[in-house]
């Protein structure tokens, strides 16, 4: 929970502080005009003193440095290597004699003739089924 006591105090503070900006300003002014006019005791000058919180060398050229780099050629890469995995599992090996593996031409057609049977059987049943319901649809009607 905020208290009321923060929130005017912090109000109260950029109040304050937006009121005295413009007198500070005329203070500083007044300040240096005062300079002007008294003229400095014998054997001592006026001199501009630097009141900031950081310090800083005042200068009126700034310091000029030249540097020069090279860069070296650029190398060609070598080619990448292909990426070759780690086997896993074990190797096996299974040795295939000529007349090991079927011909595909000669024992797929028994195969191919029994698919081909089946499907025209199951065409000409469905076919038969549906001549069968339209007649007793038909014979219905005349009833």
């Not at 005017?8 to 203070?27: D, E, K």
């Not at 995995?85 to 000669?106: M, N, R, V």
């Not at 191919?112 to 038909?138: D, M, N, P, W």
């Amino acid at each position: 929970m905020r208290s009321s006591y923060n929130g005017r105090r912090g109000q109260s503070q950029t109040t304050f502080m937006q009121q005295a900006a413009p007198h500070t300003r005329r203070y500083a002014q007044g300040v240096t005009e005062l300079l002007d006019e008294i003229p400095p005791v014998d054997g001592r000058r006026h001199g501009e003193v630097q009141t900031a919180p950081y310090l800083e060398e005042i200068t009126d050229r700034l310091e000029e440095t030249e540097v020069q780099t090279q860069t070296d050629p650029l190398l060609e890469r070598p080619p990448t290597p292909e990426f070759v995995p780690l086997p896993s599992g074990i190797d096996a090996e299974t040795q295939i004699q000529t007349g090991d593996l079927f011909c595909f031409d000669k024992e797929v057609a028994p195969l191919l003739a029994v698919l081909v049977g089946k499907t025209l059987h199951q065409a000409v049943t469905e076919v038969a089924e549906e001549e069968e319901i339209a007649a007793i649809r038909r014979v219905r009607a005349t009833f």
